[in-house]
C-alpha cells in the first residue's frame, strides 16, 4: 500500500510540475483576434483619427521553465483608422507581416494558468512599396530597417489547448502623414490554440 501512494504521489508531483512550467516545454499554435487602432499626435497636430476594429491572425510558439516563457509569434495584422486632417478626412489601413518578441511569467498549473508577458514588436508593412512575400522574407531575416516599431504588454489566460490574450500595443516608430507625424497604439485581443506540446 506504502509503494501505491508513494507511486501516485511521485506521479502527481510530476504532472504538477511539468504544468507549472518547472520542467523545459516547448508549445506551438495558431491564433485569431480583432483589435482597436488609434493615432496619438503631438498637441497643435492637424492630424486627428477616431478608432476603427481590424483583425489579426497567425503562428505563435512558447518556450517555457521554471515558469517563465519566451514567446515569438508571427501574424499578419490589419490596422484601421478614419483620420482626420486640415478639414478632410480619409479611411487608412495598415497591413503588416508583426513579429512580437515576448518574455513573461506563468502562474497556475494543471493546464489552468495566468500569464503576463512584454516585450518588441517589429511590423513588416505590406504596401504598394513592399509585397507580403517581401515582408515575409524581412520577417524572417528579422530585417527591421524601415519597418515599424512598437512594445507590448499583456496578459492571458490559459485552460488546456485555449489561450485568451489581451494586450496593448505602443508604437515606438513615428509615421508621417504630410505635415503631422503619428504613432499607431492599439489593443488587440486573440483567440490561440495549441496544435502540440513537447
Known amino acids: 500500500m506504502k509503494k501505491v501512494l508513494l507511486s501516485t504521489a511521485i506521479c502527481f508531483i510530476t504532472t504538477y510540475f511539468a504544468s507549472a512550467q518547472v520542467l523545459p516545454s516547448f508549445q506551438f499554435g495558431i491564433k485569431a483576434g480583432t ?4 493615432l496619438s499626435t503631438a498637441a497643435g497636430s492637424t492630424l486627428s483619427s477616431s478608432n476603427r476594429a481590424g483583425y ?8 517555457g521553465a521554471l515558469g517563465f516563457n519566451f514567446q515569438p509569434e508571427l501574424y499578419l495584422t490589419s490596422k484601421n483608422v478614419d483620420l482626420t486632417a486640415d478639414g478632410g478626412q480619409t479611411k487608412a489601413k495598415f497591413t503588416s507581416l508583426d513579429v512580437p518578441l515576448l518574455f513573461g511569467a506563468k502562474v497556475g498549473a494543471l493546464g489552468i494558468g495566468g500569464r503576463f508577458y512584454t516585450g518588441p514588436l517589429v ?26 516599431l512598437a512594445w507590448q504588454f499583456g496578459a492571458g489566460l490559459d485552460i488546456k489547448a485555449i489561450s485568451v490574450d ?3 500595443e505602443a508604437g515606438i516608430t513615428k509615421q508621417n502623414y504630410g505635415p503631422a507625424s503619428t504613432r499607431v497604439n492599439l489593443f ?11
Open 35 to 38: 483589435n482597436l487602432s488609434s
Open 56 to 63: 489579426l491572425g497567425g503562428v505563435w510558439a512558447r518556450f
Open 123 to 148: 511590423s513588416f508593412a505590406i504596401n504598394k512599396d513592399q509585397s507580403f512575400s517581401g515582408a515575409l522574407g524581412n520577417a524572417s531575416t528579422l530585417n527591421y530597417h524601415n519597418q515599424n
Open 166 to 168: 489581451l494586450r496593448y
Open 188 to 198: 488587440n485581443l486573440s483567440l490561440a490554440y495549441r496544435l502540440f506540446k513537447l
